[in-house]
């Protein structure tokens, strides 16, 4: 998809880390699953290894941007982002929109600190 839209997934820009909307993809099947809660996974394990391979973690997480497809699935977004963010408590926007896919229930976009 990033080098069909000419994006990058992520982009490093002196100390902080500026990550492109997350749809959870299963990485396996190239394929969205049929859940919320599975999709919601899916992008946050993306989120997480993309951070990690630019020396970063969700605790440097300082500003998470959200896309939900439905007020519908509010409840389940918020069930995951107190598992991945109670202790570390970012600035949060979440919007509700229609997604690229009609198959995506989310996008997570976030923005972190680098490590040193």
Do not use: W
Request: with cysteine; glycine share 4%; net charge negative.
């Amino acid at each position: 998809m990033e080098d069909v839209a000419a994006y990058c997934r992520a982009v490093i820009d002196g100390d902080f880390i500026f990550m492109s909307g997350t749809m959870g993809v299963d990485k396996e099947t190239g394929k969205l699953p049929p859940s919320f809660p599975e999709q919601a996974d899916n992008a946050f394990k993306i989120v997480e290894e993309t951070l990690a391979k630019a020396n970063s973690s969700l605790e440097d997480v300082v500003h998470v941007r959200l896309f939900v497809s439905d007020r519908a699935y509010l409840r389940d977004m918020v069930i995951k982002l107190q598992e991945k963010f109670m202790d570390i408590r970012p600035a949060q926007t979440m919007i509700i929109a229609q997604m690229p896919s009609e198959e995506a229930f989310l996008e997570v976009e976030v923005t972190a600190r680098r490590q040193s």
